[in-house]
């Protein structure tokens, strides 16, 4: 789909979004599971100054406004892990609480920092794991040996966003027993186009590798993904709620997938890497 057929799809119609379409769509297909793969939730470094210059990826991130959206566009789960914090024990035990309170809803992961964490993040993640019920990990940055021998023992996937999709190839090579995510086809927001490209061909060289879709501007990325991937590469994802998720689902809509494709970008690949 090239640019031209993606604005006459729909996505543009007297200068708004329409989704309502597209979501009542997606809502009635009841056999279609659809888990958001991609969330923030719960409080951050910056949580209570009455600061208004404080960035919002650092202060609160409302789960019942995800769960509004899920709602009101049919999305059945969502994966949830904390906002920007120094370090994460206690975070990750408030997404489990979240968790607990919306069991039906959200899937939880933990997050860790290697240099704040360093030395800490297996027994933190064994626990986090075994006795919180979490069920991977999210990081900025490059995994680190502590973090993949870890993740490998849990049996757990990876869910990073590192400074460059170059810069982690080499850990995913060299450990092909984890699942490995790479959030926002390897550039948030389309920042560097290159990315995306870099991101496509190493998710067509390496098994363990798989790419979000969340918070990808230039589209023709996305369809490049689709057309160039097994669908079995692909995994939706919003970074709401920051990012609307209506919206982001909306985007793996307009790729006009056949059915079961777009099925398993959707929910069963994610579904299938944490053994749903």
């Known amino acids: 789909?090239?640019?031209?057929?993606?604005?006459?799809?729909?996505?543009l119609f007297?200068?708004?979004?329409?989704?309502?379409?597209?979501?009542?769509?997606?809502?009635?297909?009841k056999h279609l599971r659809i888990i958001d793969a991609h969330c923030h939730a719960g409080k951050g470094l910056?949580?209570?100054?009455n600061d208004s210059s404080c960035d919002p990826w650092t202060t609160y991130n409302d789960p019942e406004r995800t769960l509004r959206r899920m709602e009101e566009s049919g999305i059945n789960r969502t994966i949830i892990f904390p906002i920007s914090n120094t370090t994460y024990e206690k975070a990750n035990e408030e997404i489990a609480s979240y968790v607990r309170r919306w069991p039906d809803k959200f899937i939880g992961f933990a997050k860790h920092?290697?240099?704040?964490?360093?030395?800490?993040?297996?027994?933190?993640?064994?626990?986090?794991?075994?006795d919180l019920g979490l069920k991977g990990l999210k990081l900025h940055g490059v995994p680190t040996p502590e973090m993949v021998e870890t993740a490998a023992e849990l049996?757990?996937?990876?869910?990073?966003?590192?400074p460059t999709v170059e810069a982690s190839l080499e850990v995913v090579r060299?450990?092909?027993?984890?699942?490995?995510?790479?959030?926002?086809?390897?550039?948030?927001?389309?920042?560097?186009?290159?990315e995306h490209?870099?991101?496509?061909?190493?998710?067509?060289?390496?098994?363990n590798l798989f790419l979000d879709t969340s918070s990808?501007?230039?589209?023709?990325?996305?369809?490049?993904?689709?057309?160039?991937?097994?669908?079995?590469?692909?995994?939706?994802?919003?970074?709401?709620?920051?990012?609307?998720?209506?919206?982001?689902?909306?985007?793996?809509?307009?790729?006009?997938?056949?059915?079961?494709?777009?099925?398993?970008?959707?929910?069963?690949?994610?579904?299938?890497?944490?053994?749903?």
């Open 216 to 276: 990808v501007v230039f589209v023709d990325y996305l369809e490049q993904a689709a057309r160039q991937l097994p669908a079995e590469k692909l995994v939706f994802g919003s970074d709401g709620p920051l990012v609307d998720s209506r919206v982001e689902l909306y985007k793996v809509r307009l790729l006009r997938l056949p059915q079961e494709k777009e099925a398993l970008i959707l929910g069963g690949n994610i579904g299938r890497l944490l053994g749903l």
């Open 113 to 130: 920092d290697g240099k704040t964490e360093a030395g800490r993040i297996r027994s933190l993640l064994r626990h986090e794991v075994r």
């Open 155 to 162: 049996r757990i996937p990876i869910l990073f966003h590192p």
């Open 1 to 11: 789909m090239n640019r031209r057929e993606f604005v006459k799809g729909g996505i």
């Open 174 to 194: 060299s450990s092909p027993q984890v699942a490995f995510i790479l959030a926002h086809l390897g550039s948030f927001a389309s920042r560097d186009w290159r």
């Open 14 to 29: 007297g200068g708004s979004v329409c989704l309502a379409g597209s979501l009542g769509q997606v809502a009635g297909q």
């Open 197 to 207: 490209v870099r991101a496509i061909e190493a998710a067509q060289g390496l098994p």
């Open 46 to 49: 910056n949580y209570g100054k």
